[in-house]
């Protein structure tokens, strides 16, 4: 399997409906089981729920760390098995508790969901995030400071923000700031390669454009720095550098604190943009000519 897929639009089958402004939303999580998913934890095996960190409950995929005495650096993220390139991504999320012992101080009430990610089956064994652009949660902390959420970090990756590439890790959104327990609905649009729009509460807080794979030695842009740090290996991407990510998978992110993500849920928009079609809608973005149905 590629690193990272380079098909313009890949999606799962759907219904045929009559109506073309009818949204054909997917769902990504059953409410039962963790079916279509794969869990990666850095040093272990695919599909191994380490100190069972992945709980599904109440119709929530629950990250949690009561088997935990210590985090031992157990970064992990659970991948949707399909990749998409153009769609709507939507879910609920919420910080529960207290950190677990052991995780860093940036860690705290600190999660994301990994787009444009390379599977689950890629990851390196002792790799810490995958390559992907990550839609940062984050909550507020007690000292009642602004610490807005959906911000975009790029573990192995860059974005271009107005006309200007931007190698900062992580770049602020201008959300407001969320405290407690409370829940918090948030929605990605992701348009291919081309740009990935976040909202918080139906307030566009980011966007960006040209997601791409970072450089793995020093430029004028980027000093040098992460790769090896996040159990990266340069050299398997450094041919890749500057590359346009299209497309790629869907992660949830565990790195210390206790979250709950629910009602995730997923519009593609790749699909048949003939008007002659059965299956043609009218929020198509990427035409799919070989999904047409007459």
């Known amino acids: 399997m590629s690193l990272i897929s380079i098909l313009s639009c890949k999606s799962e089958k759907k219904k045929v409906s009559k109506n073309i402004d009818a949204e054909e939303w997917i769902s990504l999580f059953n409410g039962k089981d963790l079916s279509n998913w794969?869990?990666?934890?850095?040093?272990?095996?695919?599909?191994?729920?380490y100190k069972e960190t992945f709980v599904v409950k109440d119709s929530m995929i629950s990250i949690q760390y009561d088997n935990y005495e210590t985090f031992n650096n157990k970064f992990a993220h659970i991948y949707y098995n399909t990749p998409y390139s153009y769609y709507k991504l939507k879910f609920d999320y919420r910080f529960t508790g207290e950190q677990t012992e052991g995780g860093s101080h940036w860690n705290v009430r600190n999660s994301g969901v990994m787009?444009?990610?390379?599977?689950a089956e890629s990851n390196a064994y002792h790799q810490n995030f995958p390559v992907s652009v990550e839609l940062q949660l984050l909550g507020g902390l007690k000292n009642n400071g602004e610490r807005p959420t959906a911000n975009v970090c790029t573990p192995g990756t860059a974005v271009v923000i107005?006309?200007?590439?931007?190698y900062e890790h992580c770049i602020s959104s201008n959300s407001k700031t969320y405290f407690g327990d409370q829940w918090v609905h948030a929605e990605a649009i992701v348009m291919g390669g081309e740009s990935?729009?976040?909202i918080v509460e139906k307030d566009t807080v980011l966007s960006f454009k040209l997601p791409q794979i970072g450089a793995t030695i020093p430029n004028k842009h980027y000093k040098g720095k992460n790769w090896k740090a996040w159990g990266m290996n340069p050299d398997t991407w450094k041919v890749k550098a500057g590359e346009i990510i299209t497309e790629g998978y869907i992660?949830?992110?565990?790195?210390?604190?206790?979250?709950?993500?629910?009602?995730?849920?997923?519009?593609d928009l790749c699909g048949c943009k003939d008007l002659k079609a059965k299956n043609f809608k009218s929020y198509y973005a990427k035409n799919k000519p070989e999904s047409c149905v007459y």
């Open 251 to 267: 992660s949830l992110q565990a790195e210390s604190h206790p979250i709950d993500f629910k009602n995730l849920k997923l519009l």
């Open 115 to 119: 787009l444009h990610s390379q599977s």
């Open 38 to 49: 794969t869990i990666k934890f850095t040093g272990e095996d695919l599909n191994h729920n």
């Open 196 to 198: 990935m729009t976040f």
């Open 162 to 166: 107005g006309d200007t590439i931007n």
